[in-house]
């Protein structure tokens, strides 16, 4: 019941915003699968009593991260798609838009679109499909064969449930009765984990990387907000949680960025020891100008499930200039990882002595300047070793959590 509920709320969230959100069916990992005629499985539907099988799907919704499309089932079958790297939902609606159930496989209630079989042209085939209460299930599971992730994966993401179950309610934040998405006042929330590491490599000499056990992860709660939900007096707060809130959260701090028409504020709770304490699910007031208070539900994912330590040995050329960066790829433990079962995005940025932003390559939000390759970037500008003092590469998981690991100069 409480599963259902999530998602009927999500489902009316959805549905109600603007379509600009809507992307088309063009791009992406496909994603197609048939629903049989006869489906015999039943599931009552709480707000009305009627009963539904999944013969009744009219409609496909898909949503990942902030975007979502809806495709139309016709002749019993279906086709959509969604962005590799991605964590990506499908929600089955009749013609009314009523919820009947969601995908499942392997105990996942999101396919992610990670170590795909063919790249970015694996077709995801799920074949038939038959509906167990309001749980979808594939006569063709892609987990270990479309999607090649293991069992000790499937643990590991099952982690991310608890972020679409805040997003959904995450709706409505400013209580209105108005979605935010329809009235122009969404606001995206996001963990940041930042830390250090060690000195990252040179050529031919290795990165050195301090024992594990001594990492110190920094927590940044992160919101972004748009043009209509922009304080006046640039006056921002966050309390919480319900029932038990901080006295330590401070301001991290706060960006406006012309080119979106959006600012981004972050939150951290400093620690007497000076790093930045992390931040327990529940409710949260996030405060405007002290007069806009948005509700807002947290969820944070442990840094421990999607933290890869990237590796980075810088390469130069015969004039001290860095030309390209290998990066390897490794979990806490020193296992060796593939960078594409965590990391959808990747950004280098360079700083001198004074911490100054020297050069960036990447983006992790800027969809036009994306790295096609997190092993080995190539430089478009060569950059002065000497200049040199610092690399932060940063990463986003694929829910959108931000990484930020910091390298030193040997």
């Given at each position: 019941?409480?599963k259902?509920?999530?998602?009927?709320?999500?489902?009316?969230?959805?549905?109600?915003c603007?379509?600009?959100?809507?992307?088309?069916?063009?791009?992406?990992?496909?994603?197609?699968g048939?629903?049989?005629?006869?489906?015999?499985?039943?599931?009552?539907?709480?707000?009305?009593?009627?009963?539904l099988?999944?013969?009744?799907?009219?409609?496909?919704l898909?949503?990942?991260?902030?975007?979502?499309?809806?495709?139309?089932?016709k002749?019993?079958?279906?086709?959509?798609n969604a962005?590799?790297?991605?964590?990506?939902?499908?929600?089955?609606l009749?013609?009314?838009?009523?919820?009947?159930?969601?995908?499942n496989v392997?105990g996942?209630?999101?396919?992610?679109?990670?170590?795909?079989?063919?790249?970015?042209?694996?077709?995801?085939?799920?074949?038939?499909?038959?509906?167990d209460?309001?749980?979808?299930?594939?006569?063709?599971?892609?987990i270990?064969?479309?999607?090649?992730?293991?069992?000790q994966?499937?643990?590991?993401?099952?982690?991310?449930?608890?972020?679409?179950?805040?997003?959904?309610?995450?709706?409505?934040?400013?209580?209105?009765?108005?979605?935010?998405?329809?009235?122009?006042?969404?606001l995206?929330?996001?963990?940041?984990?930042n830390?250090?590491?060690?000195?990252?490599?040179?050529?031919?000499?290795s990165?050195?990387?301090?024992?594990?056990s001594?990492?110190?992860?920094?927590?940044?709660?992160?919101?972004?907000?748009?043009?209509?939900?922009?304080?006046?007096?640039?006056?921002?707060?966050?309390?919480?949680?319900?029932?038990?809130?901080?006295?330590?959260?401070v301001?991290?701090?706060?960006?406006?960025?012309?080119?979106?028409?959006?600012?981004?504020?972050?939150?951290?709770?400093?620690?007497?020891?000076?790093?930045?304490?992390?931040?327990?699910?529940?409710?949260?007031?996030?405060?405007?100008?002290?007069?806009?208070?948005?509700?807002?539900?947290?969820?944070?994912?442990?840094a421990?499930?999607?933290?890869?330590?990237?590796?980075?040995?810088?390469n130069?050329?015969?004039?001290?200039?860095?030309?390209?960066v290998?990066?390897?790829?490794?979990?806490?433990?020193?296992?060796?990882?593939?960078p594409?079962?965590?990391?959808?995005?990747?950004?280098?940025?360079?700083?001198?002595?004074?911490?100054?932003?020297?050069?960036?390559?990447g983006?992790?939000?800027?969809?036009?300047?994306l790295?096609p390759?997190?092993?080995?970037?190539?430089?478009?500008?060569?950059?002065?070793l000497?200049?040199?003092?610092?690399?932060?590469?940063?990463?986003?998981?694929?829910?959108?959590?931000?990484?930020?690991?910091?390298?030193?100069?040997?």
């Open positions: 019941m409480k259902a509920i999530f998602f009927l709320a999500l489902i009316l969230f959805l549905i109600s603007h379509k600009d959100n809507n992307r088309g069916n063009g791009n992406g990992i496909v994603i197609k048939n629903i049989p005629a006869n489906s015999p499985a039943k599931r009552s539907m709480s707000d009305s009593g009627n009963s099988t999944l013969a009744d799907a009219k409609n496909v898909i949503f990942y991260g902030e975007q979502y499309s809806v495709s139309e089932i002749n019993g079958s279906f086709s959509t962005p590799m790297g991605t964590a990506a939902a499908l929600i089955f009749d013609a009314n838009n009523r919820y009947i159930g969601n995908l392997s996942l209630n999101m396919l992610p679109l990670v170590n795909l079989s063919n790249n970015d042209q694996t077709v995801i085939d799920l074949s038939s499909l038959n509906l209460s309001t749980n979808v299930i594939p006569a063709n599971n892609p270990g064969s479309e999607i090649m992730i293991t069992q994966d499937v643990t590991l993401y099952k982690e991310l449930g608890s972020y679409f179950e805040a997003l959904a309610k995450n709706i409505d934040t400013d209580n209105d009765g108005i979605p935010d998405n329809f009235s122009g006042k969404e995206m929330v996001n963990t940041v984990f830390l250090s590491v060690g000195k990252f490599g040179l050529n031919s000499t990165p050195s990387m301090i024992d594990t001594q990492f110190v992860v920094n927590y940044v709660v992160r919101f972004k907000g748009f043009k209509s939900l922009v304080p006046q007096n640039l006056n921002v707060s966050l309390t919480g949680p319900e029932g038990n809130p901080y006295n330590d959260i301001i991290n701090n706060y960006q406006y960025n012309d080119n979106c028409g959006c600012f981004n504020v972050g939150f951290n709770r400093q620690s007497q020891l000076g790093s930045m304490l992390p931040f327990k699910q529940g409710i949260y007031t996030f405060s405007m100008d002290g007069i806009q208070n948005h509700t807002i539900s947290y969820s944070s994912i442990n421990k499930y999607f933290l890869v330590i990237a590796t980075p040995t810088l130069t050329d015969s004039q001290g200039n860095v030309t390209s290998s990066i390897d790829y490794m979990l806490p433990n020193k296992t060796e990882t593939q594409s079962k965590f990391i959808t995005t990747l950004m280098l940025m360079f700083k001198d002595s004074n911490q100054n932003q020297i050069y960036q390559e983006s992790i939000f800027e969809t036009t300047n790295l390759n997190f092993k080995n970037v190539t430089l478009t500008t060569p950059v002065k000497s200049d040199i003092n610092a690399l932060v590469i940063s990463y986003t998981d694929l829910v959108g959590n931000i990484y930020n690991i910091g390298w030193q100069k040997p």
